[in-house]
C-alpha cells in the first residue's frame, strides 16, 4: 500500500527561517510535500487551489492578515495548524488555544521538538 503524501504549508516571511523549517521538514520524511509563501493571503489562494494536511504559520506577516486571522478564517476548513511567533503573550496564547491550534512555539525554538510535534500532529513516523 502507497504512503499518503501530507502536504504542508509554511507561511513565513523571515526567509531564512522559512527555508530551515522547509529543509528540516523535507530531510525528516519524504512523505511531505512542502509549499512555502511570505503572507496569509497567499496562503488563502494556495488553500484555495490545493488541499493540505498541515498549516504552519508564524503571527505577525506582512499585509492585511496576521497569523491568527489566518487560522481563523481556516476554522470551518479543519486544517490543523501551528502558530510560531517571537512575540508571544498569554492573551496570543489563549487565542490560538481557543482557535484549536494544535501546537504553538516561541521563537526560538527547538527543530527537534518541531518536528516530533508535527510528526505526532499528521500521525507519520
Known amino acids: 500500500m502507497e504512503k499518503k503524501v501530507k502536504r504542508i504549508l509554511i507561511v513565513e516571511d523571515e ?19 512542502i509549499v512555502v509563501c511570505d503572507k496569509a493571503e497567499d496562503a488563502l489562494q494556495k488553500i484555495n487551489d490545493k488541499e493540505f ?5 508564524d503571527l505577525k506577516l506582512p499585509g492585511q492578515i496576521d497569523g491568527l486571522e ?7 476548513r479543519r486544517i490543523p495548524s501551528i502558530l510560531m511567533t517571537a ?9 490560538a488555544k481557543k482557535l484549536g491550534v494544535k ?3 516561541e521563537k526560538p ?9 508535527i ?3 499528521l500521525d507519520v513516523k
Do not use: P
Open 53 to 57: 494536511d498541515l498549516l504552519i504559520t
Open 119 to 121: 510528526k505526532e500532529i
Open 109 to 117: 525554538f527547538s527543530l527537534v521538538e518541531f518536528i516530533k510535534r
Open 15 to 33: 526567509k531564512t527561517l522559512a527555508l530551515t523549517l522547509y529543509e528540516v521538514l523535507f530531510s525528516a520524511s519524504g512523505d511531505f510535500e
Open 87 to 95: 512575540y508571544g503573550t498569554e492573551e496570543v496564547r489563549e487565542e
Open 103 to 105: 501546537a504553538y512555539f
Open 70 to 76: 489566518l487560522i481563523r478564517r481556516l476554522k470551518e
